[in-house]
């Protein structure tokens, strides 16, 4: 079993929906968390970087942490064409190294 | 965007040369990281460094080494190419303050015949 899990989709949604991307963990030492977003042929891009548990709002964009559930939530209001891209999730414990998700690609339909 | 280039963006080698891949950045950050990305299997770290000649393994060091002889640039060897190398390389950087993310490159495309 992997220590990151995340559905490869893809989600297709209409534009203008709220977007929902999961991802669960086993390891419970994980602190860091964060969302990146890959455009084909290009390198993650950082989106959301959060400690611990809670929320977190940008834009758009809001990352959730639920540690006790150890699962971790992107969502995506008013989602648009542009944000058509695979997401992948990630997270830390400390120094220690970044584990990733396999990523999560999403298409919004105009 | 984070100041990091890779170079080549695409190459196409044969089975058993050597192929060296380059990430050059501008940020000063004491961290460099090298990762392939595979279907399937996400990012996986190949090697890292944590300054100038000091460098570690990762989860997926065989058949792979580094070199940091400045800051800036930090280079990805394959010293006889295989076809299982065959894969996306990504550079990424990260500061020397306390527990920040990594920023990527936007990868080397190389394929092994």
């Known amino acids: 079993q992997k220590e990151v899990e995340q559905d490869p989709g893809p989600l297709s949604v209409p534009e203008g929906a709220i977007v929902s991307l999961n991802c669960t963990y086993s390891?419970?030492?994980?602190?860091?968390f964060m969302w990146y977003r890959q455009y084909s042929r290009k390198g993650p891009e950082l989106l959301m970087y959060?400690?611990?548990?809670g929320n977190k709002e940008d834009g758009r964009f809001t990352a959730q942490v639920d540690k006790s559930s150890k699962y971790i939530s992107l969502f995506i209001r008013d989602s648009q064409p542009s944000d058509s891209a695979t997401y992948l999730c990630?997270?830390?414990?400390?120094?220690?190294?970044?584990?990733f998700g396999t990523g999560t690609k999403l298409q919004v339909i105009p | 965007d984070a100041g990091i280039t890779q170079s080549p963006r695409h190459k196409v080698t044969e089975t058993g040369t050597p192929v060296t891949l380059r990430c050059h950045q501008t940020?000063?950050?004491?961290?460099m990281y090298w990762y392939r990305q595979d279907p399937g299997h996400g990012l996986r770290l190949i090697h890292y460094?944590?300054?100038?000649?000091?460098?570690d393994k990762g989860e997926v060091s065989d058949g792979y080494s580094v070199s940091r002889s400045k800051t800036e640039d930090f280079l990805l060897t394959l010293e006889s190419a295989t076809s299982s190398q065959t894969s996306v390389y990504f550079c990424?950087?990260?500061?020397?303050?306390?527990?920040?993310?990594?920023?990527f490159g936007d990868g080397t495309r190389l394929s092994i015949l």
């Open positions: 990424a950087i990260s500061s020397d303050t306390d527990n920040q993310p990594q920023h």
């Open positions: 959060t400690y611990s548990s």
């Open positions: 990630a997270m830390r414990k400390g120094y220690q190294k970044v584990t």
């Open positions: 460094s944590y300054g100038v000649k000091d460098t």
């Open positions: 390891n419970s030492a994980f602190q860091y």
């Open positions: 940020e000063n950050h004491r961290y």
